[in-house]
Every structure is written in C-alpha cells, then in structure tokens.
C-alpha cells in the first residue's frame, strides 16, 4: 500500500536526550514536511525538503533537526535544546509542482518528555 | 506576514444543525486553498479550492473560495455526532502549506 509511516507512534523520553522520530513515505514525493501540533492548536511547520540533500527550515525549527538523504526518508531530530518538546508530530509529503497537490499526513508520533 | 486565520475556534452545535467555518488568509503566491478533518489522528484531506466562486461539494459538506475577498467557507449540513472533530484550514504556495489554528466543532446527540 502507498503511504507515509511514522514510528514509534508514541515514545517517551528523559529530558536532556536526543530523539529521533522517523518518517517514510512510499508515494514518490519530492517534498516532506514536519509539523507539530500542540493541544488546541493547528500544525506549525518545522522543516520541510522539497528535493534529497536539501531542507529548509520553518516557523519553530530552533530545537531541531533533519536530513533528506533519500527520497523515501526525511528523519526528524529533537535535541535536548528543544524547549518544550512534549507534542503531536506529523510528517507529510506532497507533489512539488504548482500548489496544485494536498499534503498526506502519517499517522504521527506523540513525543512525551518525562 | 503570511497567515491564515479561522473562525470560531470552537463550535458546540445539536445533531441536525448546519454550520459554516469560516477561513481568511492573507498569503502571497497563493496557489489553493485546502480543508482537512482531524479526528484525534492525522488530518484526513476533504476539499481543495484553487478557483472563486466554485463549490466543491461531497455529500452534507460543501465548500467555496471567494480569491477576492480571501477567504472560503466550510458548510456542513444536517451535522451528526460522526463530524465531531477539528476542521483544518490550509493554503498552498507552492513550497509550503500555511496552517490555521482550526476549528474544533462537537456535535451534541
């Protein structure tokens, strides 16, 4: 089946770690987002990559981190400089092209720092 | 700025009821406007808008782009417990997708 994976679909982790959620998407997307949501709030872009070895950073990148070295796989990072990073990921992918393609969405991740 | 700003933030409404959410956006480069569902999950996509004026309709939902005045509306009519959930605006530029905060609407039996 095509679609976009996200794993684990909940982690827990101690503050001051490093933690990295995964994403893949079989779709043959050229873009892939991350996005977090936080309760009662709609989604804030973190990065997002429209092509492989390249990203771009969104509103609230600080904190984190990525790579896009496959197509397939856009890999997100949250570091311990990362504030508050107990929250609802989502990873999503889409056509590049002329903003004429939705976004599909994984299942998410919900990050709980202990 | 580019922003996109929905109302109400929230809505309690009796089974039956129609209600319309509403979505302004002020984004240059604007390419389409998108509607997603989200159920205590990921979004699920129902509408994308690129012209004025034209109705997309799918069942009780329905929805509408006005390019002039920037914004679009969501209607859903004769509302069931099944619609409780947030209703997600977005618009495309082409590179990015600019979220609003949602509207969380719950549909009372």
């Known amino acids: 089946d095509g679609g976009i994976t996200q794993s684990p679909k909940y982690l827990f982790r101690k503050e001051g770690q490093n933690v990295t959620l995964s994403c893949e998407q079989n779709?043959?997307?050229?873009?892939m987002y991350w996005y977090r949501q936080d309760p009662g709030q709609g989604l804030r872009l973190i990065y997002y990559?429209?092509?492989?070895?390249?990203?771009q950073k969104g509103d609230i990148a600080e904190g984190y981190s990525v790579s896009r070295e496959k197509k397939e796989s856009f890999p997100l990072t949250v570091t311990s400089a990362q504030k508050n990073p107990t929250a609802f990921y989502l990873c999503?992918?889409?056509?590049?092209?002329?903003?004429?393609?939705?976004?599909?969405f994984g299942p998410g991740t919900r990050l709980t720092v202990l | 700025e580019d922003k996109v700003v929905q109302s109400p933030l929230s809505l309690v409404v009796h089974e039956g009821d129609t209600v319309t959410l509403n979505c302004s956006y002020e984004?240059?480069?604007?390419?389409?406007l998108l509607w997603y569902k989200q159920e205590k999950k990921a979004p699920t996509f129902l509408f994308m808008l690129?012209?004025?004026?034209i109705e997309k309709k799918s069942g009780r939902l329905s929805s509408i782009l006005d390019k002039k005045e920037l914004f679009s509306i969501l209607n859903i009519t004769a509302t069931q417990t099944g619609d409780s959930a947030v209703y997600l605006c977005?618009?495309?530029?082409?590179?990015?997708?600019?979220f609003g905060t949602g509207t969380s609407l719950t549909v009372i039996p």
């Open positions: 999503a992918s889409s056509i590049v092209g002329q903003g004429l393609s939705t976004q599909y």
């Open positions: 779709l043959n997307h050229d873009a």
């Open positions: 990559s429209q092509i492989v070895n390249d990203f």
């Open positions: 984004v240059t480069n604007f390419r389409s």
């Open positions: 690129t012209s004025s004026g």
């Open positions: 977005a618009v495309s530029t082409g590179n990015q997708f600019y």
